[in-house]
């Protein structure tokens, strides 16, 4: 990658399958800590259990979350301390 992305952290929604979690890897692979989140819960502790079998040092987490609820977002923003744009 051209930029530095050791260290960062990131919230990747979609991420049980398809392009959302082929980007959840490829970040966790820079470096990247994860909040890898979707609906589909058994599919998405699958894309976790990749992530921290390859990045033990991964500081991220999966978690459960439906993107059209506002609640849910900020509540996981809120856990990790991101700050809200």
Known sequence: MLVDLRD?????T???QGLARG??????????HLVVAD???EKLEQTWA?????????RGF???MDV???EQVDGVVA???MPMS
Not at 8 to 12: D, G, L, R, S, Y
Not at 50 to 58: A, G, T, V, Y
């Open 79 to 81: 856990e990790i301390g």
């Open 39 to 41: 609906i589909l819960e």
């Open 68 to 70: 059209t609820s506002p």
């Open 23 to 32: 980007t959840a890897l490829r970040l966790a692979d820079e470096g990247v």
């Open 62 to 64: 999966p978690t459960k």
């Open 8 to 12: 960062k952290t990131a919230i990747i």
């Open 50 to 58: 990749e992530i921290s079998l390859r990045h033990p040092e991964n």
């Open 14 to 16: 979609g991420a049980a």
